[in-house]
């Protein structure tokens, strides 16, 4: 057992040295996902589903609060729904998979497994809109979609993944541009408040918006490797979809008028951003608030008497509170144990042994800081959701401090270079729009515009690229 | 407005004379789901879904009680993998859709869309299976399916419908039978608890049985017009998978041994069963506990001085409690409104008018009995939750009673063919256990074997059809 401890974390891939590798251990160790026998798609395994389930009991009580209701549309669009918005169609047919065999027969007309699901929304909609008095529909379903990726990594980039997507419909373009940005704050709220992730609000520029859209708005996250994480997005799409799907309403004043439509999604890439945002060398990290499970109970010497009684009884008692787990395995030591679930970013472990229950403690070990402290057993439930707490505030701070340390300000192409070679991470430039600067900064820099913040600052007269000038500040970054 | 409160009821077929019809009315009418451009498949509406959720809820809660964990495995299976066990594929063959063609080549392989996961979870309990240690694996994923029905009906028969599949790996036999059994008895709490149709439990004949199963297992239920409905399954597979799919395990002996399992699943089709278990000629009768709304306030007199107010803090001292609504429209009459929400099958309708106002009291509507009683307001919200209860009660009651009534016992075809064009319903008889009679049942009288029920009744000593001495009590019923 000895050497199987020892060996235990060096199985990891040391995170500063190979971060991709260090992900895919991490993956495959602290069992979130496997790959399968259809290439390019993941299973995935409970540990890694029930981060996925936490995230959308709370994402889907926020979307509740505001009026969201779900519905379920079918996975295959025929392909002249498919091809009704033409920009639409240019963004995605390169990447969809098709059915062109059902029942044995050769279909008349292929369908197509959604990649997103607009054109069948707007399909629907023209069907459910008639009315003033019909409006607004928010709508989202919860589902698989599939996109054919040629390079793909576990949750980051896979063909099939799990999310939600919102659609709905308005009376006014006012409306729907509020409830754009509504569904970019909650997105916002999620990440920060359940995930510990700080987020870049922002607009995409021209060239990184959504096929189709007037507008895309993004959440950006920024992982433990400086690169950026595009964590969720935000639709406006005024009447492009409206007008070639024929949503028509019967405005107050009588008229027949197209209406205003939105979509907006985050999808199982969120398990992903948590894994890069927080792990480390000892493996995953995971905050409090989406964790599987918060606290694991290990009993040392675990054969003596009253032990496993009293490390049974501290977890029941525990597990009334929190997501409590107990580790009674008996073919490997407490120190495997501990690497175990280090590894699989418990915030807090305790462990009970003799002479603990001698003196009416328990030793509390936190995932974060790997602090130590001795707890009074009458104490215990309190002091853990009390570090649980600070756990989540902790995780979310050094993910702030790490942000605001990549972040660097660059007015000249020279400084972008150095700047993002040395520290990857945001660069924030004064930028003239033109999609040819933005072009030429992916080409020397292999960064991408992440967004024209909202919280835009002044950093000069001029565009980082062309020097002529510049219109608006923006954020760029090399992405995942 | 008052045009439309007259046809509003009589817009739905009446149930006695067009069951079909009638169930296709109350699918569109009450707003739970609607045709789609992807022939075969419907649109789930919120309404719909909602029910579909609560479901989910109470089943999933039931299921994690057990010990099953939640994963999720790709929705294409490559043609290889679904090949490999024989019966399953010639069962499934005819109706698998195939997607062909993805990021725009032709495949090498081509994929089906999971007609159901045995072949998926299989391949991946092969490579996560080693030692005793690793048994049992519970696990289940909600997901859509899709299979190339000819014929479709909304809920009943969808190309695609959402479903859960449970699939599991056992250490022994006895192990894998018990929880074969034990998930079927959950299928019974589910579905009388929440839905509150009574079912009939059994095993199916072998002929009915799953391609690919050892034993079927399942939970029938009868529908307001006699005709059978199979509302869920739960199959023990023995070794049928294990070995092609080379699952095998180091026993607790040190030896090789081949696993055992099973699998079992609900689908979105119990939303039918609840539509024609419950209906009447007023529309749709939701139970209770799954009803997306449990009690709506309707004002009467609305404009006048008080109501809506009045009204409205009504609704939100329920709406602590239970799950309420509020009706404000300004666009249609009281009148109007009772019958809609009649026809979306509102267990309870909360009536006030500024007399009521006056008295202190409200008027309180059951849906199942259209009964209508006064209640003073301070006692409104005990009121509510007693009558909640009651209904859920008296909906199980009425089924279980139409279940008796239309339960029959034949000892030879001439009784068989009389009792189900008299009755439809259950018809009860002894068999000989040969396929030979079943298929001639069927032929004769269009009725299927439903189950060799668990609660088995000596009815004599010969088959029903062949006169030849009888293995065992069958029931029959002409089915959806």
Known sequence: MSNKDNNFVKDITNIEEDFAQWYTDIVLKADLADYTDTKGCIAIKPYGYEIWENIQKYADAKFKKIGVKN????????????????????????????????????????LCIRPTSETMFSTMFSKWVNSWRDLPIITNQWCNVLRWEKETRPFLRSREFLWQEGHTVHETEKEAQELTLKMLDTYKEVIEELLAIPVLQGRKTPKE??????????????????????????????????????????NREGKEEYAYQTSWGISTRLIGAVIMAHGDNRGLKLPPKVAPIQVVVVPIAQHKEGVE?????????????????????????????????????????????????????AMLVRRDTLEKQEVKLDELEETV???????QTNMFNICKERLEKKTTTATNLDEFVKNINENQGYVKTMWC????????????????????????EHLGDTCVCCGKKAETMVVWGRQY
Chains 1, 2 share one sequence.
């Open 71 to 110: 519905i379920y549309l079918p996975v295959l669009i025929p392909e002249s729904l498919l091809n009704k918005e033409k920009d639409h169609i240019e963004g995605f047919a390169p990447e969809v998979a098709w059915v062109t065999i059902g029942g044995q027969e050769e279909l008349e007309e292929k």
């Open 385 to 391: 959701g009390k570090i649980l707490d600070e756990i």
């Open 433 to 456: 729009g033109n999609d040819e600067c933005e072009d030429k900064i992916k080409e020397l820099t292999g960064a991408h515009s992440r967004c024209i913040p909202f919280n835009q």
């Open 209 to 250: 918006q959504f096929s189709g859209a007037v507008a895309t708005y993004t959440v950006e996250t920024l992982m433990h490797d400086g690169r950026a994480l595009q964590a969720g997005t935000s639709h406006y799409f005024g009447q492009n979809f409206t007008k070639p799907f024929d949503i028509k309403f019967q």
């Open 309 to 361: 009684e009293k490390a049974t009884e501290i977890y029941n008692k525990l597990n009334e509170k929190y997501r409590a787990h107990i580790d009674l395995r008996d073919n490997c030591s407490p120190g495997y144990k501990f690497n175990d679930w280090e590894m699989r970013g418990i915030p807090i472990r305790i462990e009970i042994g003799p002479r603990d229950i001698e003196n009416g403690v």
